[in-house]
């Protein structure tokens, strides 16, 4: 095989590897409806790329909070020493059942980040008929391992605590996290009831 065709088959096989598959009925469901042609990266400074010349448009993550929800920004769940955690809760206005709760967990290594960063998702799943909170917790220079896991998880108590105020569904949560926020609701997640050290 010459180096032609070694690539055309390494681009078949990238092509055939980018076509979202699912082996559950539930993922091939939604996968049916998902966008036909999408943009697939080799690399992140191919997506960087992409950004820089305008072929893809980043998002605005921080949204207009349409007339259908209802926005609690900066609801203090926390206090300590010279510190306090907020959390932002969307909701659906005038949801005639307590609602499922999406609590999102931000990234940033675990040093950065903030809940700001899930706004943009808060308001499109409580558009979707949930009600979803971007919580804080405080990073590796405020507090030592398992600090974050537990103001996490404060702040799921919270809400399950304030549940009625809201008309959130305290026995339907679930939890979503990006990068250093994805590991901490896996610990949660596996923790479950147990203390955390």
Known sequence: MNKAEEQTTSEK?????????????????????????????????DFLGAVALRKIEPIDMQPVVPDSVSANLDVVFQT??????????????NSAKALPLVVMVHGGCWIDGGRVDYNYYGV???????????????????ARYPAAVDDVRNAIQW???????????????????????????????????TPTK
Request: glycine residues 8%; hydrophobic residues 45%.
């Open 13 to 45: 096989l990238m092509a055939r590897d980018a076509i979202p598959k699912s082996n559950t009925e539930a993922g091939r469901r939604i996968l049916k409806d998902a966008p036909a042609e999408t943009a697939v990266f080799k690399t992140f400074a």
């Open 80 to 93: 300590g020493d010279n510190y306090e955690l907020k959390l932002n809760l969307f909701t659906p206005k």
């Open 124 to 142: 499109k799943l409580a558009q979707l008929g949930y009600a979803a909170a971007t919580v804080d917790f405080r990073v590796a220079d405020q």
């Open 159 to 193: 809400l399950k605590d304030h549940a009625k105020t809201y008309n959130i569904d305290p026995n339907r949560i679930a939890l979503l996290g990006g990068s250093a926020g994805g590991h901490l609701v896996e610990l949660i997640g596996y923790a479950a009831n």
